[in-house]
């Protein structure tokens, strides 16, 4: 969606046919980038079997893949966006999370392999904008995405029937106690979850936007599945989100919704990583919920923190932790809920930002991410012409900031969760700045 005031580049005198194919395309390319980010390059990979190292095929293909779509997408924005609205899109805030993630693949085991890591996350960030600025207005925004996502619910839906030994758990995956759990195109339920909150958070946009049946058609489809995920944490953040966003909106108040934001962030920060360094908020966790280790991830919580202290500064680098061959060499706890040798992250996306970045370089990261979106959304709220569609960034920032203090997800390449996040904040500082075309006319 592109600014009120914004120009494309395509000659005045060219013809109005060409106009309107060129337009028709970006306007595509939008709709398919969102569906890209979330359906990713490897879907239906099935359940993992086995605790092997994974093969490099899945990898081959996210590399050629995404630096193919982001040669695509960098083509037709630089043929037709205007320089200022790119030029909108470098921040400083993006320029200074790829210099940190840049810096700590000094401090990685495999500088060159970690290296790689951040540059495709830095691709898939050309998807990303690209969805954002091909469109013309936020009207065909709403219509190329409602299209796409609601295209990737009904393939997912007819996978639980066709192929449901790759959408749901099986009992004899490594994780058996997940069996029948909904997972989806994706790798675990405890991705699909969070993934298809997100698309019914942009059902509700597309509602107020306009395209009501799709959006109803979006919502619904997609909080079923969140509910078939049994992921108790997203069922309950989901509603959370979206009704502290819904209710300050019915107010007419961005402040409310930030301040009660950020008293629930506190809360739930106490309810989970907190526990690890409080008996008494580890005594009010178990007196709330059946389950105050959140099903051992306190373990590893505590684990990741006594990590981060023993590199303080710049950290262990960019994927150079869990899984290095540092962690698989060490001697197994059998004390330990999980045996941290085979944990893939924190499970905490604060954690692992200061364990990858460094204390600095990690709460800077936390900063820009998810501190500077709310500073932007209040900048957005005073313009009307934004409203609905900050409102669904707001969502989006909301929940994943909950959702980051169960799992982990910052530059993680292509995941679509950071992907999702990213975009929300990319749209947010585009609302803060200026008023989107409601049309194209």
Known sequence: MRQADARTIIPQAAPEGAAAMMRAATTFLSGFGLFIMIFSLNPFMGDVVSDGNPGTTANVVNQIGY?????LFIFFMLATVAPRTLLQLVSPSWLIIFAIAYFSCMQSYDPAASARGVTLSLVAMLIVAGVLVLPRSEKEFVEACANAVLLLLVINYAALVLLPERAIHQASALESWHAGYWRGHLSHKNVSAPVFSVLAMFGIYCLRSGARL???????????????????????????AIGIVLCGSAIRSAGAIVAVHLCFAALVT????GTIYSPGLHAMTAAVLEDPTFTGRDAIWQFASESIAAHPWFGH????????PVIRGMEANVEADWDVRGIVSAHNTFLDALLTFGIPGGAVMILLLFVKPLIDYLRAARRSGSRNFSEFCMMVIIFMTYNGMMESFILNRADPQWMLLALAVFGLNMAAHCNLRRSAD
Do not use: D, E, M
């Open 270 to 273: 106490c309810l989970t990583v």
């Open 67 to 71: 630096i193919g779509l982001g040669a």
């Open 214 to 240: 799709r959006g109803w058609a979006i919502t619904l489809l997609a909080v079923i599945f969140v509910l078939h995920t049994g992921s108790k944490t997203t069922i309950g953040f989901l509603p959370l």
């Open 317 to 324: 680098g960019y994927a150079s932790f869990w899984q290095s």
